[in-house]
């Protein structure tokens, strides 16, 4: 038995005493209800409650036009009845609430026939009342970790990138640390790059979550713009990786190095911090990341917008005939790559809501 199960039982025992102490007749449907719609996540129970309460609303409409309004005979009437319920059904996209909705004519017309107007509303008001019991159990009696999961796995893949990137780092400004050799690099790769995958399998249980229409949930956004940025660190890293060993020499160079290091050893702060932001619950709370952290991260390497072209300029120029070309095209490959970090971490930390903040500041 899962958590899952004994949330059910719970609350399907306790719908049936509030239905049955109820002064309100037909109360058992509150259990009823409760047992249809009370699944394993939000996202399921507030689909199911959606079909089952259409399909109750409009069961009770067809169910009271066709026997107060046209009076037909009962093998003419019913039949009619059920096929507009199957009409309906299919244009508003009903995939189980037709059934409701059918199942609502027949016992209306059948067993409740005298009092079908009356029994009618009050069992749509015991539907709704069930629909609204299962959703809030769904998320305060053992809700699914499948968000908070997801925040922890995109958390500890950037913060395993950062480590590299600080490698990277520490590469250029020391060139007596060795690079790795192949088969750990490989071995790294594959480690990261399964990550990323579990991240992404975690994401599609965790937009079970989001309720209808999840890619309009700004959670959904915000994965989005992680998975992303991850998958352009991850492409950049691989990159930088596949260039030959920095060197120390002549001095431009050496001192184009540092400035490389010092703006990968602020990226891997952004990326951190980034990360931290992910891990905190109030992010899970509030659907989005802090928007006053963003722009504090945001800021930390606003002031390398020009560096691609300035340090070309000033560090490349005067040593361009001391260097091979092969060579010079690697250094000017390194830089536009360690830049493109930069412009995915600033588009990613770029939310809309911060960027109102930037203009009011």
Not at 265 to 288: F, G, M, N, V
Request: proline share 4%; glycine share 6%.
């Amino acid at each position: 038995m899962t958590r899952q199960d004994l949330r059910l039982a719970v609350v399907t025992g306790l719908s049936a005493g509030l239905g049955l102490l109820s002064p309100i007749p037909y109360g058992y449907y509150l259990p009823l209800t409760t047992t249809a719609v009370l699944a394993s996540t939000y996202g399921n129970s507030m689909r199911l409650g959606i079909q089952r309460l259409l399909g109750s609303l409009m069961g009770v409409i067809i169910l009271i036009i066709f026997t107060r309004g046209l009076e037909l005979p009962l093998p003419l009437g019913l039949g009619l009845a059920l096929a507009t319920t199957r009409l309906f059904g299919g244009i508003l996209g009903l995939q189980v609430g037709y059934k409701v909705a059918g199942n609502i004519i027949v016992m209306g017309w059948l067993v409740h026939e005298q009092v079908e107007t009356v029994w009618g509303p009050i069992r749509l008001f015991w539907t709704g009342l069930g629909i609204v019991i299962s959703l809030w159990a769904s998320q305060s009696i053992w809700p699914s970790r499948s968000i908070p999961t997801l925040h922890q796995q995109f958390a500890s893949l950037l913060a395993a990138i950062e480590q590299e990137l600080s490698t990277e780092s520490r590469r250029l400004k020391d060139d007596s640390i060795s690079a790795r050799s192949p088969k750990q690099q490989q071995a790294n790769r594959i480690s990261l790059q399964t990550q990323l995958n579990a991240a992404r399998q975690q994401q599609a249980m965790a937009q079970m979550e989001l309720g209808v229409n999840p890619e309009q949930h700004p959670l959904h956004e915000l994965w989005s713009s992680i998975d992303l940025l991850a998958s352009q660190l991850l492409t950049s890293l691989w990159a930088i990786r596949s260039l030959s060993a920095p060197i120390q020499k002549p001095e431009k160079i050496k001192q184009l190095h540092q400035k490389e290091a010092e703006l990968l050893d602020i990226l891997c702060k952004q990326i951190l911090s980034i990360s931290s932001e992910l891990r905190s619950p109030k992010t899970i709370s509030y659907q989005k990341l802090n928007p006053q952290a963003m722009l504090k991260i945001k800021n930390l390497s606003c002031d390398y917008g020009q560096w691609l072209e300035q340090t070309t300029h000033d560090h490349l120029a005067t040593e361009h005939s001391q260097i091979s070309k092969q060579r010079f095209r690697q250094i000017i490959l390194r830089v536009t790559l360690i830049d493109y970090i930069r412009s995915a971490i600033i588009e990613a930390v770029s939310i809309p809501s911060m960027t109102a903040i930037s203009n009011k500041s």
